[in-house]
């Protein structure tokens, strides 16, 4: 295997200085094309790779996101990862993703490691034990170190961070709707993720119709599914 060599050993053999070695793989414009290509070559041959992690300390950025998701089993989730890891690498941006696995402990512990000089932002989905406890603290601890959060799907009004959601209100809303105007008399509510904000969301959504139509708020026609399977008591 050939050592790599340093930017001090190629500017010793080449006879220039250690800036000038740096501007021309960097491909300064004070650097002339003739010097540059030759620095080039000569880096190529002695199997030169740059030392991203000192680059990246002294321009503090990475150009990586951390992506942070509740868990892998959600279909939806794996569609959002797929999108932001495909735009991300348009724009020259690597993506470091973990799961939460719905544990707050799991979650702050993730976004403590990442956000140690590894990645210049944060792309997540609440963790369901953090909304039911309302523990938020750990973002904005983050977004006050300078890492910006955006949230997506899950999210809280009580983090200022920038947001991408699914207007599940309306949604819930227009779904319900439609069965009512197809001449349903009765529509069933059925949710497995009620103790989640999304879940709430489609529930109010859902009564909302209701109540539009003038139609009575059954119990017996909700069904909630987390352990286990009960009524909701509004």
Do not use: W
Request: hydrophobic share 40%; net charge positive; with cysteine.
């Amino acid at each position: 295997m050939k050592s790599k060599a340093t930017l001090k050993q190629i500017a010793k053999e080449l006879g220039v200085s250690i800036s000038t070695v740096s501007k021309a793989l960097s491909d300064s414009p004070e650097i002339s094309q003739a010097t540059k290509d030759r620095i080039k070559e000569f880096a190529q041959l002695k199997n030169y790779k740059p030392n991203l992690m000192a680059k990246n300390l002294k321009y503090q950025k990475t150009n990586t996101i951390g992506v942070i998701i509740p868990n892998i089993l959600n279909s939806f989730f794996a569609k959002v990862f797929s999108g932001v890891e495909n735009v991300a690498r348009k724009r020259g941006y690597n993506i470091v993703t973990a799961i939460s696995n719905e544990s707050l402990e799991r979650e702050i512990q993730l976004m403590e490691m990442l956000n140690n000089g590894a990645v210049d932002g944060f792309i997540l989905s609440i963790s369901e034990e953090a909304q039911l406890t309302k523990k938020f603290q750990h973002y904005d601890a983050i977004i006050k170190s300078g890492t910006p959060i955006v949230m997506f799907d899950r999210v809280t009004d009580l983090i200022p961070s920038d947001k991408v959601i699914v207007d599940d209100l309306d949604s819930a809303f227009d779904a319900t709707q439609h069965l009512i105007n197809l001449g349903c008399k009765k529509v069933a509510l059925i949710s497995t993720i009620h103790n989640l904000s999304v879940g709430k969301l489609r529930f109010e959504g859902y009564k909302k119709a209701l109540e539009l139509n003038k139609m009575n708020f059954n119990e017996d026609l909700i069904l909630i599914e987390n352990d286990e399977m009960v009524l909701i008591k509004s």
